[in-house]
């Protein structure tokens, strides 16, 4: 059978996240059909995991152009739909007949979520994306072995923390985050979660009691999988984990500083989004602070306890 839907994702963690409610609805409306997704060194290894994705190809920006133009020719003639998320000329070289718009700058909906899902409308019939937030939602798939590693920890109920980011202006200090674990982890678990780059960061945190320090020992397939089964709360910075959170629709405390919420904040149920909101400064879109990080900084350890504990009190009451 010809694959029939070629999906080309974000190149980074992060922006994929935001991408999997118009999966979802995209595998709602061609149920039968094939989807091959075009994936970046950093995403092969979970979009290969999706259930919703049959096949993932590779594609490196750093090949030269022999090796690109070989890559469209392989892709060439096979799919009657694309759907490109990253705005390149793919779909015209090869030739695809259904495919997104190439202009872009009417989207309504400000947060990119949402962009994503008005990208895909004009490919999927009016009666179906008017279901857009009621189908099906896919899943990455972890063997059994996979899922059983992780029943000795006994995370059942945990608060999830995620507080670094590869941007330093967008993770939150250390000597805050220690208040508010030394305060939550005399009620719940806490786990902190990241990538091996993170691990360090939490290793003094990690020796307060009720505390575990996983930073560095998953895949993001592995969290997906912890959030989904044993998470009672995230508590996160802008990262792709808290997207990932979202989609889940678990309980979120989202921390941000110069990125902006109204285009990358949570869109769970439960959540709330802390923020220091009398600063010109922010959102700044930034590599580098100017103002010693003051965005960061002015969250309180205080108003981040208040938030974990209103929102599980509500939780527990339902």
């Not at 091959?36 to 999706?50: C, G, K, M, W, Y």
């Not at 392989?74 to 495919?99: A, E, Y």
């Not at 912890?226 to 989609?247: M, P």
Request: hydrophobic share 40%; aromatic share 10%; glycine share 4%.
């Amino acid at each position: 059978m010809a694959k029939d839907i070629l999906i080309n994702f974000p190149t980074n963690i992060g922006d994929v996240m935001f991408t999997l409610p118009a999966l979802d609805l995209i595998k709602y409306s061609y149920p039968e059909s094939n989807i091959v997704a075009i994936a970046s060194p950093q995403t092969e290894a979970l979009l290969s995991r999706h259930n919703f994705i049959d096949e993932a190809v590779l594609y490196r920006k750093d090949w030269r152009f022999g090796k690109k133009m070989s890559f469209c020719t392989n892709l060439s003639g096979r799919f009657r739909v694309m759907v490109d998320f990253k705005h390149t000329l793919l779909p015209l070289i090869l030739r695809i007949p259904k495919r997104t718009v190439l202009i872009r700058f009417r989207f309504k909906s400000p947060h990119i979520k949402d962009k994503n899902l008005e990208l895909i409308s004009g490919l999927i019939p009016r009666q179906d994306f008017a279901k857009k937030d009621k189908v099906e939602k896919g899943r990455f798939i972890l063997s059994s072995r996979e899922k059983e590693k992780w029943e000795k920890y006994e995370l059942r109920n945990s608060i999830f923390i995620t507080t670094v980011s590869k941007s330093l202006i967008k993770t939150y200090p250390k000597e805050n985050l220690k208040i508010v674990v030394e305060r939550l982890s005399k009620k719940y678990r806490v786990v902190f979660i990241g990538s091996r780059e993170n691990r360090q960061y939490y290793e003094d945190l990690g020796r307060i009691d009720n505390t575990i320090n996983l930073a560095g020992l998953t895949n993001l397939y592995d969290i997906y999988y912890l959030l989904k089964e044993y998470s009672a709360l995230l508590l996160s910075v802008d990262t792709g984990i808290l997207h990932l959170g979202s989609y889940l629709n678990i309980a979120i405390v989202a921390l941000f500083g110069p990125t902006d919420f109204i285009e990358y904040g949570p869109w769970s149920d439960n959540h709330e989004i802390l923020y220091k909101a009398d600063l010109v400064c922010r959102p700044c879109l930034k590599a580098r602070c100017g103002n010693n990080l003051e965005c960061m900084k002015n969250i309180t350890p205080g108003s981040i306890i208040e938030a974990v504990t209103n929102i599980l009190g509500k939780i527990v009451k339902k």
